[in-house]
């Protein structure tokens, strides 16, 4: 037990109580908080800062928008709902088309007008929500998932997740919906998280749970070392994300979009552990580095951070 | 980073500096014991005069009591008599307690009761002595005091062995001896030979009346010789001749005086009962804190109300839970339900009892969840659902403890202890979690939530913990003290381990 707390501790791997203290706690003044918390408040930022967000379609506040949902709902045929304030993918309902009057949802499931209300009403009153504080809910474009991510997910969008710290991307991995997962993209509901090597884009091994494993679970097909695309645009976004918050320690979760190339979808202030164990490799080192880099060079752009990082974050395997 | 490192040892340093000293200082000079079960021997002195009142006139009564004995200390006194006024006076060295009335008809009885309990103090309040008056003597009576003199001077050194020696000269039971004592050598009349020749010598002594403390019906006052040597008085047993006062003796009065006095009334019988009473150290330390001016003693939760007192009894254990939580939770990893959810949960099994107090708990939550599964069919918003399910969790409770009460089983009745809204808020969180994360992350929660409210519940009611942060609430400071040390644990959580155990298999 203590050997294989040594054995990590000389890897570096950070720990949860060590990620509250010396990074959320540090670099995430709570102030900044509600610009994250807020999806919509997130959204709204990123499109003053020119990076690219799925559109929003509609803002749910009331009940009376409710009960003329349908009609607010006729323009478009397929959408996301989302909480604003929704923590960890819960309350997400991802719709394809319409058929017979009813909603389909992505995993085939048909819902009802009434259905659908009553799950904005339960959005509303804060079901979802940090705290059981009272919500909105975003409708938005759905993401259609690039064709290099078909192959390798089960119904959902896999998303890009990169830890940056003070702007440099530190960490990345794909994350891939299973059946388990519900077409979710959230590892603690049994998504696969896939480590990408920050040089490149390619994939190296993926997690499931908390065991390894290099192949999708529901698909069968391999996940390492396929390339992400747009994977220099992918990281300055994620590293842009620092000046837009000043949160310095962030999960940046990027979708791509078949049509409009990847877009952000939200910030995390308190992003998981699990992206060490995807990338079998702890993050602490990474940290430290990026550190001492910043203290030397503190008013260094977006390119050269990702210069930095894709410099020094590199996987020779 | 390194200055806020060393601001907050400072302060951890600090208030576990404070704390220590604070409770070492109430321990060793204020004597707040340590544990609940320390008791001290103190004797409750009861003594009682009895007399027939003649009719038609006022009735004074009067007699000595003890005034700030030697080695001990007063801790708690009565005076019960019916309807007579009481007064206490000082009167030369000693007190004497007067009652009085206007009129009485038949027996009376007037009690003087008293808590001694033994302390370290030894100084007496004695005056020094006036002039010796020297009493004119026959001349048998002069040569036989000039004899013993004489044979005393010439084996004595100073005054103290010269009285010791009168003492030993007396009770050879010699000629001379039997001529001073009237051949009655019983411990009065030694002292009065012995005060006669002392005085003669120009020495002051006096005789003095006391109790020997040990469990007696009817106690007898003893004599005892005080002699001053100019600086103090010396105490001399008027038997053996040996000096100090034992630590038995209670000092009833100075003087040869009687003990009592009643005007208005025939046939008076004073008499005094002994018996050891086992006081709890905790409310000796806290009559001490009252007489005494420390404000640290007086400033403490034992001056408060009773009932208040037995509130924060209660209160004063919840850090201590919610340091466990922190433990377990920061140390351990374990999952609960709202931060200090399992506090308030052990807090109602300090009345439940664990076993009851868990399967109580379960039968609740499982029938609150079915509940609320079924409402969730109905479609309703949060807060109604919320209010609805804290109505079903109140029915239940109320279920649980009638059909309880018919069985016969006491314990299901302490149900209504569970604080329900707690209840609720953990039925909602389950179910949700259920909902969302399934039904083994739930469960999993429900478990590490009831699990700690088990340890936690162990802790807080471990009596001498409980006693012991109650008497000496400065603990609270070492306590924080901890939970800021603890807090800066950056380490890895055990289940954290358990969790990266097949990375760090790979990472080799």
Redesign the interface.
Known sequence: ?IN??R???N?G?L????RN??FVL?YNPRKLYPLVDDKLKTKQLALKAGIAVPPLYEIIETEQQIKRIEEILAPYPDFVIKPARGS?G?GILVFKDKVYGRYRQINGKLTTTQELS?HL??LL???YSLG?TSDYAIIEKRVVVDPVFAEVSYEGIPDIRIITLLGYPAMAMVRLPTRLSGGKANL??GAIGVGVDMASGKTLGG?FH???IDYHPDTLNPIVGFEVPYWSQILEIASSCYDLTGLGYLGVDIVLDKDHGPLMLELNARPGLNI??AN???GLKRYRQIEARHEAFPQETVTEKVAFSREHFARSS | ?KNNTRHIYGLILTLFFIGTSIFLYRHWVLDVPLTDTETINSWMVESNLRFVADNNTPVKASFNIPYLPPHYAILDEYFVSRNYGVTTNLNGDNRETVWSIRRAHGPQSLYYRAIFRQAESNDSLLRAPGAIKQQTLDESQRSAVDTISNQVRQSSADIKTFAQSTIKELNKHDGNAKLLTGNDFSDSRVIDAAILILNQSKIAAMPIKGLYLAQQNKAELKDYLAVYNGKNWIYINPRTGGAGLPKDFLIWQYGNEPVFHVDGGKHPLFTITVSPTPINALSIAKSRGLQSDSQLLRFSLLQLPVNVQAIYKILLTVPIGAFIILILR?FI?IKTFGTFMPVLIALAFRETHVIWGICLFVTIVSFGLLARFYLDQL?L???PRLAAILTVVILLMILISVVSQNLGLDAGLSVALFPMVILTMTIERMC?TWD??GASEAIKSGVGSLFAAVISYWAMSYEPLQYLIFAFPELLLILLALILWFG??????LF??K??????R???
């Open positions: 037990m294989l707390f054995r990590l501790k890897h791997i720990s949860i109580n060590q203290t010396d540090r960890g819960d009553y009403s339960c009153s804060g079901a059981g603690h509901q997690v908390n065991d390894m060490q164990i079998r490799e702890g | 980073m920061n990893g479609r918003l949060l807060v949700i969302e994360r800066q644990y950056r380490g890895y959580r954290e381990l969790r990266f155990k097949a990375f760090a790979t990472i080799e």
